[in-house]
């Protein structure tokens, strides 16, 4: 399973484009999993570096086929009809005999755990905009970070898996942390 995750691009084209192409260089190919806040930066948040939703729209649609999207806090139903491809409020894949939980992280995460949850189990989110790996009960929390926006001081970061390895990238394609799962 090689997968590239991305989470709140929150509009930011830029730094969605410095994200794939530093994953681009870490797996040949790969399923992209958007773990929501794709485009809308919040009420709350100033506004991305390079806020250009409409060409992350552009950027995503041109990979449709290729997309598992998780719903966020800020995904709205206008959001879902510039898209091309379908958003789910969270998903289970499953690789050799391993379950990868996709969530966004603002109802599921290391502080609120699923309790469909068993041991072993991998759940991937975002929401929080800091990376971040804990183990609770045997489950394994891995908070990828932020694409679009960080709290001052983080750096902005995405993941990739690739056989049982998952790294966590910064934009710029430096090893942030790794864990096997």
């Known amino acids: 399973m090689n997968l590239t995750i991305l989470s709140d691009v929150h509009g930011s084209a830029e730094n969605l484009q410095k994200a794939l192409d530093a994953s681009r260089d870490k797996l040949s190919s790969s399923t992209l999993v958007l773990l929501g806040d794709i485009y809308n930066h919040g009420p709350r948040n ?3 570096e390079g806020y ?6 552009k950027i995503l649609n041109a990979k449709k086929d ?8 800020c995904d709205s139903e206008v959001d879902e009809m510039i898209s091309e491809f379908k958003f789910v409020a969270g998903c ?3 690789e050799d005999g391993k379950r990868i939980y996709l969530t966004h992280g603002h ?10 949850l068993r041991a072993g189990d991998v759940v991937l989110y975002g929401h929080f905009h800091r990376p971040s790996v804990k183990d609770v009960d045997g489950v394994k929390y891995v908070c ?3 694409v679009g926006m960080s709290p001052e001081g ?7 898996i690739e056989n049982n390895k998952l790294t966590i990238w910064t934009l710029e394609g430096e090893l942030v942390e790794e864990t096997e799962i």
């Open 46 to 48: 100033p506004l991305p």
């Open 154 to 160: 983080v750096e902005k970061t995405f993941a990739t």
């Open 66 to 73: 290729d997309i598992i999207a998780v719903k966020g806090n």
């Open 107 to 116: 109802k599921c995460n290391a502080d609120f755990p699923n309790e469909q």
């Open 52 to 57: 250009a939703p409409m060409q992350v729209a």
């Open 144 to 146: 990828v970070g932020a």
């Open 92 to 94: 289970y894949l499953e």
